[in-house]
């Protein structure tokens, strides 16, 4: 088999290589077969909280679920902090009981997951969408984070930087809710690490098997 692309963040399934799919309606059939769910810091204020995390709970007590996520904290929104907090932590419980990774909503608050990553040592943690600079990716990374970068990297020089100079055992690549190619982004990324594509399927491919095992093959 050659390796598979895999796109670690999607909102939308195109059934190119291996996607993990957050879904965004908990009622949807077919539910994808790699699928991660949570409740999104946007969404903490307009949803009966304690009812979407029982369903959170429920799919990953049900297997359905591969990761939990998109989870996180947002200091760019109105909703108060400490709501945020609690609910993230409640689904950080879960993810922890289950023994699932968790993808990560991190904007303007990486100083908060730092103090989260250095209580929560073992829950593997993906950044989806990471746009910080070269020392927070250090930070994060010394605390065994892993980075995923998407749309931005194509465009923000110093951004690129980071991504060439942090090693390759802790990066993925995502489209998110962007019309994008998986492929293209990670022919633009192979050439920022000076690598070719197949090179870089491989390294992601592995990073892949390391925090999720063989769960993308498993028919939800
Ligand atoms: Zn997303």
Redesign the pocket.
């Known amino acids: 088999m050659t390796t598979p692309f895999v796109n670690i963040?999607t909102?939308t399934e195109t059934g190119s290589g291996i996607e993990l799919v957050?879904i965004d309606d908990f009622d949807a059939t077919p539910f994808a077969t790699f699928a991660s769910a949570g409740l999104h810091p946007w969404n903490v204020g307009k949803c009966d909280h304690q009812k979407t995390i029982a369903t959170i709970e429920n799919l990953c007590q049900s297997g359905r679920l591969a990761a939990v996520g998109?989870i996180g904290i947002d200091r760019t929104v109105r909703t108060d902090i400490s709501l945020q907090m609690s609910v993230f932590e409640q689904q950080l419980d879960i993810a922890k009981q289950h023994q699932l990774p968790v993808i990560i909503h991190c904007v303007r608050a990486y100083s908060d997951f730092l103090q989260i990553l250095r209580r929560e040592q073992g829950i593997p943690m993906i950044f989806?969408g990471f746009s910080g600079n070269a020392t927070t990716a250090t930070q994060l990374l010394t605390h065994g984070a892993n980075l995923s970068f998407g749309q931005k990297l194509l465009s923000d020089g110093k951004l690129q930087s980071v991504f060439t100079n942090i090693p390759n055992d802790c990066i993925f690549l995502e489209t998110?809710?962007k019309q994008l190619d998986i492929s293209d982004i990670y022919t633009f990324a192979a050439s920022l690490k000076r690598i070719r594509v197949d090179e870089l399927k491989t390294i992601i491919f592995s990073n892949l098997t390391k925090l999720f095992g063989n769960k993308w093959t498993t028919v939800g």
Request: charged share 30%; hydrophobic share 0%; aromatic share 0%.
């Open positions: 963040h909102h957050n998109e989806h998110d809710t």
